[in-house]
């Protein structure tokens, strides 16, 4: 897939989640009491809370959206959505090209397995074949800095180390759409500035970034669009240059 052929459509986005075994008045209560979260519903008879409602995207190769909202506003929601691991209760989702959903770093870590086996693992997960992976396997084990605790099991690690390990295998894919949500940052100071200018540069290739940050600087700093997210729902897509307006509602 050619980054310049990536696009993302969503057209009237809904999602709901089931509530079980909660009573649904005690649960209205609780909704009432704080400002952010879906709203509470009903629907074929189920308890459920509505995390996006009626979502209106369009993206094509060189946007780079910001999104913006409080914490449970939706905006983790969307991405996952967006990334396929949720399916619309209502409307739909059309991504094209090679997605790369960097949500979690954890996802797909075995700690039991070595660094090398995670590596590949990341790799399966990612989309990659199984000569794609080895052909990335020397610069993803330089990029670790962790020689020859990569053929030690993932258990033995510091902190530090994992994340090393997860990042690097993370970044190493090719994507035509980069999901995000935070900027990533791991490992010591020393790591954490080549960690930045890879990860840059894997924005910078990709045809299309959505980020998900509370960071003002980094939203004005990468991204060219915005949006914000409240309970759910999407306020219009607008220039970069209108955040502070969209930072005020």
């Not at 009237?12 to 909660?22: A, C, D, E, I, K």
């Not at 983790?76 to 991504?95: F, K, N, Q, W």
């Not at 995670?118 to 990029?143: P, T, V, Y």
């Not at 994507?175 to 990533?184: A, K, P, Q, R």
Request: with cysteine; hydrophobic share 45%; net charge neutral.
């Amino acid at each position: 897939m050619n980054p310049v052929t990536a696009s993302i459509t969503c057209t009237n986005l809904t999602l709901r989640f089931p509530v079980y075994g909660v009573d649904a008045k005690s649960l209205k209560k609780a909704l009432a009491r704080v400002t952010v979260g879906g709203v509470l519903g009903r629907h074929a008879g189920v308890t459920d809370v509505t995390a996006l409602s009626g979502v209106n995207l369009e993206l094509k190769a060189g946007d780079r959206l910001g999104l913006i909202g409080h914490n449970g506003s939706g905006k983790t929601t969307l991405l996952r959505a967006l990334s396929g691991a949720y399916e619309p209760d209502e409307g739909t989702i059309d991504v094209h090209g090679r997605i790369a959903p960097l949500l979690d770093l954890s996802l797909g870590i075995d700690a039991s397995a070595t660094g090398y086996e995670n590596i590949r693992l990341r790799g399966r997960i990612a989309g990659l074949s199984s000569r794609e992976i080895e052909a990335k396997m020397d610069e993803i084990a330089d990029f670790t800095g962790l020689g020859p605790f990569l053929a030690m099991p993932v258990k033995t690690y510091s902190a530090g180390m994992k994340g090393r390990l997860a990042f690097a295998a993370a970044t190493a894919v090719e994507t035509d759409v980069l999901l995000m949500d935070e900027w990533i940052a791991v490992g010591d100071s020393e790591f954490q500035q080549v960690a930045h200018k890879r990860l840059l540069s894997l924005v910078e290739r990709a045809g299309i970034l959505v980020l998900a940050t509370h960071e003002v600087s980094l939203l004005k700093l990468y991204c060219n669009k915005v949006m914000r997210l409240d309970g759910g729902v999407a306020s219009e897509v607008v220039d970069i240059r209108r955040l502070d307006e969209l930072l005020a509602r």
